[in-house]
């Protein structure tokens, strides 16, 4: 099992729409959540970073964490053609190297 | 201010030859991260400084693969002897404290190996 999981797409999504996306981890210590997206040759760019059960908004973005279920999602809403790109899901472990541990990424593309 | 930079933005190189990547943090940010980004694949971490403390060198492949960090400023992670599977986009970040705090990625050094 991949400590983080997320479904690799792509997903299409018409402009004007909720963009939804998933990942799954198996760490159940793991307390601190982020969500970057990544543009076709770029370096990731942080979005969200969510630490405790709930919802955060940011703007047209909301991250969403269920600690008991081991699953956090990020909401796009009234999505842009500019959104499209490979978001990641990360997750620090909760022992040992406190790095970030990335999924593999859920490409996103936005329809006109 | 002034995000993450890294230098430099591309590398060919000959296999056998050894490379010399840097960064430069964000100011007043205690940590320092690398990680390597291969074709298509996702983000592996290689190493990380914490203010003085000792590296974490978990993630390095093999020991071709070293880094430094004077300070809380500049790293530099070098690959010696460099093989054609050493090429990738080569990333640092940086955060304020380390631990959980958010981190921040530079632009990337893309790492070719003929």
């Known amino acids: 099992q991949k400590e983080v999981e997320q479904n690799s797409g792509p997903l299409s999504v018409p402009e004007g729409a909720i963009a939804s996306l998933n990942c799954t981890y198996s760490d159940r210590g793991s307390q601190s959540f982020f969500w970057y997206r990544q543009y076709s040759g770029k370096s990731p760019e942080l979005i969200m970073s969510i630490y405790s059960n709930g919802d955060k908004e940011d703007g047209r973005f909301t991250a969403q964490l269920n600690k008991a279920s081991q699953y956090v999602s990020l909401l796009i809403r009234d999505s842009q053609p500019s959104d499209s790109a490979t978001y990641l899901c990360?997750?620090?472990?909760?022992?040992?190297?406190?790095?970030?541990?990335f999924g593999q990424g859920t490409r996103l593309t936005i329809n006109p | 201010g002034a995000g993450v930079s890294q230098s430099p933005s591309n590398k060919v190189t000959e296999k056998g030859k050894d490379v010399e990547l840097r960064c430069d943090p964000i100011s007043g940010h205690t940590a320092l991260y690398w990680y390597r980004q291969r074709l298509g694949q996702g983000l592996e971490f290689l190493i990380y400084f914490q203010g003085n403390s000792a590296p974490d060198k978990s993630g390095l492949p093999s020991d071709r693969f070293s880094a430094e960090r004077t300070g809380e400023s500049v790293s530099t992670l070098t690959i010696q002897r460099t093989q054609q599977e050493d090429s990738a986009v080569y990333l640092c970040a940086s955060s304020l404290i380390g631990g959980a705090s958010e981190q921040f990625f530079g632009p990337g050094t893309r790492l070719t190996v003929l």
């Open positions: 990360a997750v620090i472990r909760s022992q040992g190297a406190q790095k970030l541990v």
